[in-house]
T-cell receptor, first 109, second 115 residues
Framework: GDSVTQMEGPVTLSEEAFLTINCTYTATGYPSLFWYVQYPGEGLQLLLKATKADDKGSNKGFEATYRKETTSFHLEKGSVQVSDSAVYFCALGGGKLIFGQGTELSVKP | EPEVTQTPSHQVTQMGQEVILRCVPISNHLYFYWYRQILGQKVEFLVSFYNNEISEKSEIFDDQFSVERPDGSNFTLKIRSTKLEDSAMYFC?????????????FGNGTRLTVT
């Protein structure tokens, strides 16, 4: 069945460092791909999405490109802030979503 | 911005007891979902609900689970006889009338602890 695999966490970075969180997927068909973020004590919030191959989703300085040839949707940000500390979930789906295991990001000042 | 709200934020119950988790989806949304996240594990799909019936459910959603939309605003998840392994964070989500083209909006979750 469809699945999503994310890089293991936790990831610890200094402020202004470059961030990459890897995400690969297995799917039949051409699902939409998503990144969700969960700040401490809060629910899941949609960060960005891409609905077809080569689409780039972007929001709040984060970007991810839907790569069909490598079945990947890696999340990147050029310069992280302390406020970016959260758990990040890669997901795929149309109706229901299938989530990766989440990657905890901790950004130190 | 409209939000999905869930109550309570934390529920503690004894094994074998019934529990009802409550959700108020965004008011003009038509598709409703429950997910759960056992501590340290993936967020897992439980059930989707549309037009007053279950549209899809996972293997986790066995006879101990049920969902209901008792009125125009609430969407509930009932666990009939809780087990220790039901301890998890339960998330409610909804999406608008565009269906798959509209994003899922999640609530803040209910942490269920079964003792």
């Amino acid at each position: 069945g469809d699945s999503v695999t994310q890089m293991e966490g936790p990831v610890t970075l200094s402020e202004e460092a470059f961030l990459t969180i890897n995400c690969t997927y297995t799917a039949t068909g051409y699902p939409s791909l998503f990144w969700y973020v969960q700040y401490p004590g809060e629910g899941l919030q949609l960060l960005l999405k891409a609905t077809k191959a080569d689409d780039k989703g972007s929001n709040k300085g984060f970007e991810a490109t839907y790569r069909k040839e490598t079945t990947s949707f890696h999340l990147e940000k050029g310069s992280v802030q302390v406020s970016d500390s959260a758990v990040y979930f890669c997901a795929l789906g149309g109706g229901k979503l299938i989530f990766g295991q989440g990657t905890e990001l901790s950004v130190k000042p | 911005e409209p939000e999905v709200t869930q109550t309570p934020s934390h529920q503690v119950t004894q094994m074998g007891q019934e529990v009802i988790l409550r959700c108020v989806p965004i008011s003009n949304h038509l598709y409703f979902y429950w997910y759960r996240q056992i501590l340290g594990q993936k967020v897992e799909f439980l059930v989707s609900f549309y037009n007053n019936e279950i549209s899809e459910k996972s293997e986790i959603f066995d006879d101990q689970f049920s969902v209901e939309r008792p009125d125009g605003s609430n969407f509930t998840l009932k666990i009939r006889s809780t087990k220790l392994e039901d301890s998890a964070m339960y998330f409610c989500a909804s999406r608008g009338r565009d269906g798959h083209n509209s994003p899922l909006h999640f609530g803040n979750g209910t942490r269920l602890t079964v003792t």
